[in-house]
Nanobody, 122 residues
Framework: QVQVVESGGGSVPAGASLRLSCAAS????????MGWYRQAPGKQRDLVAQ???????NYVDSVKGRFTISRDNAKNTAYLQMDSLKPEDTAVYYC????????????????WGQGTQVTVSS
C-alpha cells in the first residue's frame, strides 16, 4: 500500500519560518497531485496548498505570498515552505497524495499522512 509521512512541524514564534516535508512511498505508478491540508481544534480540515503533475499550484487566499508548495517527482515528495507564520496558522498539517496505482487502472486513489503539528505563538 501507499504510505505518506509528514515531518517538519514545530513550535515557533510569529514571523518565523518552517518547512514541512511529505514523502510518499510504496507501489505508485504516477502521482496526480499532492496537497497540504490543515485542521485546527474544533474546525474542519481545509486545503492549504496543492501542486499538480504539470507543476501548477493552488493556494488558499490566507497563505498566498507566505507559503510555497513544491515537489520532487523523483522522490515522490512535496514540501511546504511557510514564511511569516501567524498564530492563525496553528493547526495539524496533513499531506494528501492522489495517485494512479497501476498502468491500466486509471482510477485515482488518495492517501493521507498522520499529520504534523504546527504551533505559532504571538
Amino acid at each position: 500500500q501507499v504510505q505518506v509521512v509528514e515531518s517538519g512541524g514545530g513550535s515557533v514564534p510569529a514571523g518565523a519560518s518552517l518547512r514541512l516535508s511529505c514523502a510518499a512511498s510504496g507501489t505508485i505508478f504516477s502521482v496526480d497531485n499532492m496537497g497540504w491540508y490543515r485542521q485546527a481544534p474544533g474546525k474542519q480540515r481545509d486545503l492549504v496548498a496543492q501542486v499538480f503533475s504539470d507543476g501548477s499550484t493552488n493556494y488558499v487566499d490566507s497563505v498566498k505570498g507566505r507559503f510555497t508548495i513544491s515537489r520532487d517527482n523523483a522522490k515522490n515528495t512535496a514540501y511546504l515552505q511557510m514564511d511569516s507564520l501567524k498564530p492563525e496558522d496553528t493547526a495539524v498539517y496533513y499531506c494528501r497524495v492522489v495517485v494512479q496505482l497501476r498502468a491500466r487502472d486509471f482510477h485515482l486513489y488518495d492517501y493521507w499522512g498522520q499529520g504534523t503539528q504546527v504551533t505559532v505563538s504571538s
